[in-house]
């Protein structure tokens, strides 16, 4: 036997090579991985529209609608839906974001048929029974109730009411106790009729299934759809009080804070740098700026971090930690003196170097699951990419020069200011509110 | 007959004692490599609570060769991801990197087997940095207050009592002599595996396991795991949490059972299928009678902790719908309990449960990460590699008989009732 302890070769291939396009329903395309390792399929797909298209008022909508996809269709009520489900261990489920409402489905390759068949239904002919529409009304009731007094939920919540005031983004996704009891079948049957269309659809299938076969079942899935989409216009929205300071009184020991700023959109030229620069702040790693300084050095926290939320109409950098009261405001502190400094002196060279080779080298552990990969492809075509996107994202990083990190990380962070909310009983934070 | 048993998942021993598994997947040149220890809070020396915990954050803190925070940061340029956690059984260790990395991680790992070292300037923050970690955890859900108190109810002197982090005045005591002890005892070659799932041949990682790992000297035999027993407990227990932060009530029972490594054979099996037929999903039995049928409920599930060296817990909760006592409730659950122990199920739910619980074990292969916890949970807790290729056919071989039997083990007696109740207010006067 020849023992070696060589380092493996790596093994270069191109992501894009192995994307088929399907072309369906007149106009629809789909992403295709052929893949036959493991018997399954895994399909993903999005409609535009999502928590942004909930009506003033009735916040919660389209995750409400989004729970009651999958709780009753067609010919099947609710629990002979849940039981076609059950029997063939078919994993489908819908959720929702800012700006779109998504579609999961997964199936053994045998049973591949009657799972599109079941999306099928779900997409095309939901029920929204009495009686589902009321359980799920009191389960998303319940699960507010549970978030009441959480100071997660709270901070986030109170940081997004105050970013974006008159606009959906500054609502919550899972509504409120009064906006939830609000919301009747008509809105959830209106509101499906207006998302669900051809037009902006996107999808992505990984998995033990060939193109035609996969056309075949997207055609009968998807092709009894309208062509268009009738949503509401959402305005661009532009992040409020920056500067302020949100408390939101809990008796706990602990306090959350969260923090942002506006942040670079999705399809900008600066996103690429700003991607680099958040790395360095307070991307998931041990050797992020914020990690070192608040955890390592001072014990404030266990965890702390930061990211760009590229949200269609307004982009935001926002970030979180948890510290007892007594160290809140030097939590804080500490954050804003190295969101300054970045924003001063810029990243160094060694930083920069080493969050470019993260950045490059960590992009293949997004596409090490049936699952994964189907949601990657997805998101590219709502960004607006072609497939040549994933041979070409790691020179996209590459080409980040300091010069580039240093003006961004100046748009970014330059202003010095920050919105900031804090759930707890945080001492030497007190509340700001501007104007 | 299932994907699993045909995967060619290899395993073997180094000289010195050390467990090696190599689950093959070359869809991604990406590979996940984890060394997991047989020992958890469980093992915590009696008032050193949170020591395997703790020593797990202290882990990342530098050895003779690689200051702190070097392996770390050489994990991060190289795009890869690392974490460790801790359980009742088992600490584990892991980096997910591109494949030819692998050499690497697997020399850096072997060094902080035996070669860590600790100063006060790095553990005396690290310890806050614990203490924060139960702050968010613990002190600031009441939740979670409730599970911590449910479950020392449960085990009267069995350490799975006590929580996995620790209690903050013993995390508080906690110090470098106390961790390099637990170290010394715990972190040596005879009681760590080494699981390599990715892109990746078995030939290639006995290569590089045999000049990183297998370099370490054995020491031995393995480390004892003597853990004290449960006495018979004959009286069910009622723990109640009220707190006005609470906006929504919840029950949950727990109860002590067999683990796959207590249970007699085909034991552990029926509980799991029991867990799902009662409480794994929309079409379960507490699902249907308690939310669907009777609306005493918003939500209501069952799960069975399968996985444990010794006696574990069989899990079962439920959300009160608003004009629904939590008293109510619970009589309702234990009435569903009670007639599973007599119930023929219908042998089409019995075979739903099943294809679900089978499917699951393809669904794993689609994730190496999944795969390498699911032989490391499996190995660190008493099952061979054989007992986890097998498990399919064994959740297949379950009949109704056994799934009755398996309910008889929910025994009142060995159980404790939590309630989650917002605070009394005091009657207006």
């Known amino acids: ?435 | 007959m299932t994907a699993a048993a045909a995967a060619p998942i290899a395993d073997f021993h180094l000289a010195n004692g050390m467990q090696v598994v190599v689950i093959p997947d070359h869809r991604a040149p990406v590979v996940t490599h984890m060394v997991w220890y047989r020992n958890g809070s469980a093992d915590d020396p009696l008032g050193k609570s949170g020591i395997a915990h703790f020593l797990e954050h202290l882990m990342f803190k530098g050895t003779h060769a690689h200051g702190p925070g070097v392996f770390s940061d050489r994990v991060a340029e190289l795009g890869g991801q690392e974490n460790a956690f801790t359980a009742n059984d088992y600490t584990a260790y892991f980096q997910r990197v591109a494949r030819e990395h692998l050499g690497e991680m697997m020399r850096f790992e072997a060094d902080r087997m035996t070669n860590l070292t600790l100063s006060d300037e790095v553990v005396t923050p690290e310890r806050d940095v614990v203490l924060e970690e139960r702050r968010m955890r613990t002190d600031a859900d009441p939740a979670a207050q409730l599970q911590e108190a449910v479950h020392s109810a449960l085990f009267a002197h069995h350490p799975y009592g006590l929580p996995v982090i620790g209690w903050e005045h013993e995390i508080a005591t906690l110090d470098r002599h106390d961790a390099l002890a637990y170290y010394r005892r715990f972190y040596t070659p005879e009681n760590a595996v080494l699981i390599v799932a990715g892109d990746v041949g078995t030939e290639e990682v006995r290569a590089l396991a045999e000049a990183t790992y297998g370099a370490i000297p054995a020491r031995g035999e393995p480390p004892e795991r003597a853990r004290p027993k449960e006495p018979p407990i004959r009286a069910h227990r009622l723990v109640t949490l009220a707190d006005a932060k609470v906006e929504q009530p919840s029950v949950s029972r727990i109860y002590i059972t067999p683990s796959y490594n207590t249970a007699k054979p085909g034991e552990a099996e029926a509980l799991e299928v029991l867990a799902h037929l009662l409480g794994g999903g929309a079409t379960s039995l507490l699902y249907k009678r308690l939310v669907m049928e009777q609306k005493i409920a918003v939500a209501a599930g069952a799960y069975y902790l399968g996985g444990a060296l010794d006696d574990t817990r069989f899990f079962i909760y439920a959300l009160p719908a608003p004009d629904c006592s939590l008293e109510k409730l619970d009589a309702a659950i234990g009435a569903l309990i009670d007639e599973a122990k007599h119930k023929d199920f219908p042998a089409g739910d019995l075979e739903r449960a099943k294809t679900r619980l089978v499917a699951d074990a393809i669904y794993a292969q689609d994730n190496q990460t999944s795969m390498a916890r699911w032989y490391g949970a499996s190995l660190a807790t008493g099952s061979s590699i054989a007992d986890i290729r097998a498990w399919p056919e064994r959740i297949e071989a379950v009949t109704p008989d056994d799934v009755r039997k398996a309910a008889a083990l929910l025994d009142s007696r060995r159980s404790v009732t939590g309630y989650l109740t917002p605070e009394e207010t005091p009657a207006a006067a």
Not at chain 1, 205 to 221: C, F, H, K, Q, S
Not at chain 1, 298 to 317: D, E, M, N
Request: overall charge negative; proline content about 5%; some cysteine.
């Open chain 1, 1 to 435: 036997m020849t023992a070696h302890s060589e380092p493996l070769a790596p093994a270069p291939r191109s992501r894009a090579a192995s994307v088929q396009k399907i072309s369906f329903a007149g106009g629809c395309e789909a992403w295709l991985v052929e893949d036959y390792a493991v018997p399954l399929v895994a399909l993903e797909c999005a409609f535009p529209g999502g928590a942004a298209q909930d009506a003033p008022g009735k916040a919660g909508c389209a995750t409400m609608l989004s729970a009651l996809l999958d709780e009753g269709a067609g010919p099947l009520d609710d629990e002979a839906f849940h039981r076609a489900l059950d029997e063939k261990a078919i994993e489908l489920s819908f959720s929702v974001d800012r700006d779109t409402l998504r579609g999961h489905l997964r199936t053994l390759a045998k049973h591949v048929e009657a799972a599109f068949d079941l999306l099928r239904l779900a997409v095309n002919a939901p029920r929204f029974d009495e009686r589902p529409v009321e359980r799920v009304r009191a389960q998303i009731t319940a699960g507010l109730k549970r978030e009441a007094n959480d100071p997660d939920s709270r901070a986030a919540k109170a940081w997004r009411e105050a970013a974006f005031p008159d606009h959906p983004y500054g609502r919550p996704t899972n509504g409120t106790l009064e906006s939830i009891a609000a919301i009747t079948r008509d809105d959830l049957v209106a509101m499906r009729r207006a998302g669900f269309a051809r037009d902006g659809l996107k999808v992505a299938i990984v998995g033990a299934i060939d193109a035609t076969r996969a056309r075949a079942l997207l055609e009968a899935a998807f092709g009894a759809l309208p062509q268009t989409a009738a949503l509401r216009d959402v305005p661009e929205a532009r992040m409020a009080n920056l500067g302020a300071v949100r408390v939101v009184d809990i008796d706990l020991p602990q306090s959350t804070i969260r923090f942002g700023a506006p942040g670079v959109g999705r399809r900008d030229p600066d996103y690429d740098a700003a991607v680099v620069v958040n790395h360095i702040l307070g991307g998931g790693v041990f050797s992020a700026r914020l990690f070192k300084e608040v955890r390592e050095k001072r014990g404030l926290a266990y965890s702390v971090h930061s990211g760009l939320q590229t949200q269609q109409r307004g982009a935001i950098f926002a970030g979180a930690t948890s510290t007892k009261n007594e160290r809140a405001a030097e939590s804080l502190s500490v954050i804003e003196s190295e969101i300054a400094g970045l924003a001063e002196d810029g990243p160094t060279d060694d930083e920069l170097a080493k969050a470019k080779s993260y950045l490059t080298g960590s992009y293949a552990l997004r596409f090490d699951s049936s699952t994964k990969i189907a949601g990657q492809l997805v998101q590219l075509q709502i960004d607006g990419f072609d497939v040549d996107y994933l041979d070409r994202r790691n020179a996209l990083i590459e080409a980040v020069t300091m010069d580039d990190a240093k003006r961004v990380a100046k748009r970014l962070f330059g202003a010095g200011q920050l919105l900031v909310a804090v759930a707890g009983r945080p001492e030497g934070i007190e509340g700001r509110h501007l104007g």
